[in-house]
Structures are given as structure tokens and as C-alpha cells.
């Protein structure tokens, strides 16, 4: 596997020089480096076949190849930009009279895209697929598929936006909509994340709102084992808030996983000795997993006594608080600028 990225670090190095338009960079930087298909995204997606050392090996030089190609990508970016902006001033004639132009303000990145994309790009490096699925999702998919029967709270009118005289569509409470999907379209063994939009009728405030963003997560091969669980959601942890972070899982009940854990890690900000932000408890939660119920593996036309797995799922938005130290949830939809613009 080296030799496969050194190769396709000397072959992409030897395109870019050779790209003479921004079509074709464009072309080329998706090719290469996309979330979904890219050539090195297809080559990381096979350490999940490595050894533990290799992995670490492999991974480091995966990392080195990509930051390199980048660094390229944005020489020949600037390289192009200068060519084309000096062609075409020897084109113009300037007024001297004319009044300066109001300047272009850029955007960026709103703060849950950066969380959502850092997750991503974490995931993939451990093997995992991008998924996506419909935000306007049948009574199947989103309640019956993932084990929550007809009498659960979950289904309740004053929870769930239906669709009006379409009492079998709603807008999806919860990404775990896409799991059975998943299952039913791949199969086993199956390593996938759920990044995405849900909706829930709460009444607004500080800390509730009725669209938010959450990121699903589901493993099935054959002997799938809660350290395997506790091993993910302990490295996404590590990965978000630094190596001495620690987790504690305690029991909780979901109806799409038996057992359930509550995922709880130490607060980033007062390293777990008790602050404000964790109520002064020294641990915040961030996550509810658990083992696949038995249930939710059949409908996705999964043998249970061959396959075992397990699912998890993060409040991306919450995520998104916790990093930039946001109070109110209200602030993330409103569309302020005087907010955006500080990220």
C-alpha cells in the first residue's frame, strides 16, 4: 500500500504541473482527493485491512501524500490565477475617473460544516463510507425499521413533524433513518457514518430548536464486541478534544440497540475537575450507542447469528456548542452574519 501512494503521489504531482486551466485543476483536485470517490480516499478506505502498526505507518503517509498534493493544488491555483488576472488587465483599459469599487467580502465555512468535515475526513481514514438519505423519510424507515414499535413515545404528534394527510412521511427525527437503508443496499460487513439534518417539534430556546444536525454511526462484520465500540468512540473522542481524554459509558435504554450506553468524556475546558459548561460534574455527553438490536439487523436483511455490529450517534450540533463555547442553539439557524463571520 505504500508503494500505491507513493506512485499516486508522484503521478498526481506530475498531472498538476502539466494542468493549464482551472477546469481542469478543479477536475483533477476532485478526482484525486474526493470525499466520496477520490483515488486517495478509495486507497485510505483499505487500512481497515491492516495491522494495528501498519495502520499507524500507512496512515502517517497517507497524511504526508494528501498534505503534499494540497500544497501543490494551491501553487498551481495561484500559479493559473496570476497568468489569467495579468491577461486580462494587458486586455483592459482603467478610468481613472471611476470610483473605487466596493470590495468583494469571501465566505467560509459555517461552524457546523467545519465540525462535520473534520468528523468525516477522521472517519474515512478508518475505513468508514459517507452516507446520505432523505430528510423527508417514510414511518418505516425512520421508526418501524429501527425497532421503535407504533405505541413509543417517539411517535407522538407533539414530537414528530408529519406530513399533512400523509400520516406515513415525516420529517426524520434522527439520522438512525439511514441504518436500515444502508444495510438493505450493502449488506455485510458494513462501516458507515450518517453526517445530516433532522427535525423534531420542540419549543425553541437557548438549548432545544426544531432543526439541528446529528452523525450516525454503524460497524456489522462477524464478532463484533462492545471493545470494539468503546475502541471507535474513545479515538473520536481522543481526536476531538485531545490524547488525555478519557470516556465512560453508563447503561441507557434505546430501542434500536440492546444493551445501550450513555457516552459521557471529560470536559475539555476544566479537564474533568468540574466547571460551568459540565456542571461541575467533570464529564459532558456527547453520545448514545449500543449494540444493533437483532431487530433492526433483520430488516436490513442481515443475518444476526453470523453479524453483529454496532451503532452510535453524535449531536453534531452539540459538538459545534462545545468547540466554539456557543450558548444559544438559536444562534447556528439564524442566518446573522454578525455571527457567522466570527468563525
Known sequence: MKDKLQKLKSEALAVIKAIKDDAGLVDLENRLLGRKAGELTELMKGL?????????????LANEVKKEIEEEL???????????????LEKETVDISQPALPSQECGHFHPN????????????S???KILDGPELESDY???????????????????TFYIKDHSDWVMRT???????????????????????KCFRNESTDARHEHTFYQLEGVVVD???????????????????????TKVRLRPKFYPFVEPGVNGEVTCFLCGGKGCRVCKYTGWMEIFGAGMIHPNVLKEGNIDSMKYQGFAFGFGL?????LKYNIDDIRFLESGDLRFIKQF
Do not use: C
Request: proline residues 4%; aromatic residues 8%.
Open 141 to 159: 424507515y425512520n421508526f418501524a425499521a429501527v425497532n421503535i414499535p407504533a405505541d413509543h413515545p417517539a411517535r407522538d404528534m407533539q414530537d
Open 317 to 321: 450540533t452539540r459538538l459545534v456548542m
Open 222 to 244: 462477524k464478532n463484533i464486541t462492545l471493545a470494539h465500540m468503546k475502541g471507535v468512540l474513545e479515538a473520536v473522542a481522543k481526536h476531538l478534544y485531545g490524547s488525555e
Open 174 to 196: 434522527h439520522t438512525s433513518s439511514v441504518q436500515v437503508r444502508a444495510m438493505q443496499k450493502y449488506g455485510a460487513p458494513l462501516r458507515m457514518i450518517v453526517p445530516g
Open 113 to 124: 460544516s467545519i465540525v462535520q468535515k473534520d468528523l468525516e475526513d477522521f472517519f474515512v
Open 48 to 60: 481497515k485491512d491492516l495491522s494495528d502498526e501498519e495502520k499507524r505507518t500507512v496512515g502517517q
Open 126 to 128: 478508518m475505513g468508514f
Open 74 to 88: 494551491a501553487v498551481k491555483k495561484n500559479e493559473l490565477w496570476e497568468k489569467n488576472s495579468s491577461g486580462e
